[in-house]
């Protein structure tokens, strides 16, 4: 996927609680415009009761000295986060914040002996409010970029693509490749921006019509979109579309296979010494015990997409 390649995931919405529903990458507002305060009975039923089998992780003494002193003084790390995209990170009925995302962070904070503290952002604002010390990580489904690596350090932790979600039973018969005159539903600040611009370039190209991209802040509205019949297909990270149909017991479906796969990435502002290589040997050691699968499970996320390595800044096209 990916948010960016740009990047990011669906949230609940009240249209989706027609059937619940879903996530994506950078989005506004407090994440409950949609689905059920963002979240909904399914994403209770999508955790399961595998929360408690979720373990607490221990301290790692050595890992813990690789944060930065002005970052572990007040015991918190203060994470950038766009609330909109579940699984990956939505609000719960309740006013909680969950997800994947937040479970990860949660445990990398463990073994680093700090508690992360999530705020709310557009996802478009997130990498320059680290920029401009705002936060001091950023976990929000990014997709790990060369362009997004020259400003910011990535961790990475999971692998997704980008799909395309259309209405049951795919009515309009729209593939990727046939978007031209379409009207596309994605998030502001993603990757898939930039793909379905691309796609519109290449339609006006041929003398085809272009595609009409709608762009909105949060994922829930893009969601939004496509149940009301107001966009004929959507983009986004694929967690997020295959969330969006289990959420809406199939009212969404995806069509193909996700395409542009790439790692999702933990953002580390340049120049903090070895706090990436804290956040880094962290997430490698939850891999190593198995949380890291638990918490795959915990939100269903596609298997595939679990990585064996964390790397920092590793090599993407």
């Not at 909904?40 to 373990?55: C, E, N, Y």
């Not at 301290?59 to 002005?70: I, T, Y």
């Amino acid at each position: 996927m990916a948010r960016g390649r740009h990047l990011k995931a669906f949230t609940l919405l009240p249209a989706f609680a027609l059937a619940g529903l879903t996530m994506a990458c950078g989005a506004g507002g407090n994440g409950a415009g949609g689905m059920d305060n963002g979240t909904g009975s399914g994403a209770t039923s999508a955790a399961g009761s595998a929360a408690a089998q979720i373990p607490t992780e221990t301290k790692d003494a050595k890992l813990a000295a690789l944060v930065p002193a002005d970052v572990a003084a007040d015991g918190k790390i203060v994470v950038g986060q766009d609330q909109t995209y579940p699984p990956n990170e939505f609000v719960d009925p309740s006013g909680k914040v969950v997800g994947f995302d937040v479970d990860l962070g949660n445990a990398i904070g463990q073994k680093l002996g700090l508690t992360f503290e999530y705020q709310n952002a557009d996802f478009s604002g997130i990498l320059a409010g680290l920029a401009a010390n705002k936060y001091e990580l950023a976990i929000s489904s990014f997709t790990v970029t060369a362009e997004r690596e020259q400003t910011v350090d990535m961790v990475s932790y999971y692998s997704a693509g980008t799909s395309l979600g259309v209405l049951k039973g795919n009515p309009e018969n729209i593939t990727p490749d046939s978007l031209c005159g379409k009207n596309l539903a994605v998030q502001k600040g993603t990757v898939q921006v930039d793909d379905a611009t691309t796609r519109s370039q290449a339609c006006t190209q041929a003398g085809k019509p272009a595609i009409n991209i709608q762009q909105f802040q949060a994922q829930t509205d893009v969601n939004l979109q496509l149940t009301t019949h107001r966009s004929d297909a959507m983009l986004a990270d694929s967690p997020i579309v295959d969330y969006a149909v289990a959420q809406t017991n199939g009212q969404v479906e995806v069509v193909g296979q996700p395409y542009d796969t790439a790692p999702y990435g933990i953002a580390v502002k340049k120049g903090e010494g070895t706090f990436d290589q804290a956040v880094q040997g962290a997430l490698q050691a939850l891999i190593d015990d198995g949380t890291y699968t638990k918490i795959l499970a915990k939100w269903n996320l596609n298997p595939a997409g679990a990585i064996a390595k964390s790397e920092i800044n590793p090599a993407v096209s």
